[in-house]
């Protein structure tokens, strides 16, 4: 039975001027998955998962997407997908539930629509008890939360998360992956970029770009067979020699 391919890239490349920070890298994604880009800052991840998300054009190369083109139906691809952006950029002066309504609005939902995924949402993501609360005055781990929520508003098959974890402590980054458990556990898929490595042993599969090229692409486990490691940590550092 074959199986089924949600994100599927060959020979992505990306180039500004001379410089090449997406280097003709080839992988796939399945359905329901959990897939970590991993690598270090300024690797490359943020530049591929633009062009996946339909932000930007590859040099060459091509992709697809929820089955759409990356190059010539970006429009469809973001209707598809939820994404979540490493810089927090929800509305302090709104409260959560206000900021849930507004974006289901920026996405074209319905007022009934909007009405029952808020509802969904506070009693999934447990943010009931905060619901009435300003985004300024919560804490990072309930702001990544709702940022998680509004990702995923209209229902999309595909989340993307460039770097949700940076810059949290590890009791939050913790709480945080459960979320991401809970999510894909419903058939969604999670696309991830992070550069902590303890944080693909969280994932179904994991890939890792160095210097703009990938160069792992497995199971956790079989990475650190294939490299006689006993962590991903390990596994970075001898890819990265």
């Not at 089955?67 to 979540?84: L, P, R, W």
Request: charged share 25%; net charge positive.
């Amino acid at each position: 039975m074959k199986e089924n391919i949600i994100i599927k890239v060959e020979n992505l490349t990306k180039q500004f001027g001379n410089f090449t920070a997406v280097d003709a890298i080839s992988f796939n994604v399945k359905k329901g998955e959990i897939f970590g880009f991993l690598g270090a800052n300024g690797a490359g991840k943020t530049t591929a998962i633009k062009m996946l998300i339909g932000l930007s054009k590859p040099t060459h190369g091509k992709g697809s997407v929820a089955g759409f083109d990356i190059s010539t139906q970006a429009e469809e691809i973001k209707k598809n997908i939820g994404y979540m952006s490493q810089k927090f950029s929800l509305y302090n002066d709104l409260t959560v539930v206000e900021n849930i309504r507004f974006f289901g609005g920026v996405y074209g939902l319905s007022r009934k629509r909007i009405k029952e995924r808020t509802e969904s949402i506070l009693n999934e993501l447990d943010l009931t008890s905060v619901a009435k609360k300003t985004v300024a005055g919560l804490p990072s781990g309930w702001k990544q939360r709702l940022a998680f929520a509004i990702s995923m508003v209209h229902d999309p098959e595909i989340v993307f998360m460039d770097e949700p974890t940076g810059g949290v402590d590890p009791k939050v980054r913790r709480q945080f992956w459960e979320t991401i458990y809970r999510v894909a556990e419903q058939g969604k898929t999670v696309f991830v970029t992070t550069h902590y490595m303890d944080e693909a042993e969280y994932c179904d599969r994991v890939s890792i770009m160095v210097d703009g090229r990938m160069d792992a692409y497995d199971t956790p486990i079989n990475l650190k067979t294939k490299l006689n490691a006993n962590s991903m940590d390990e596994v970075f550092l001898k890819l990265a020699r």
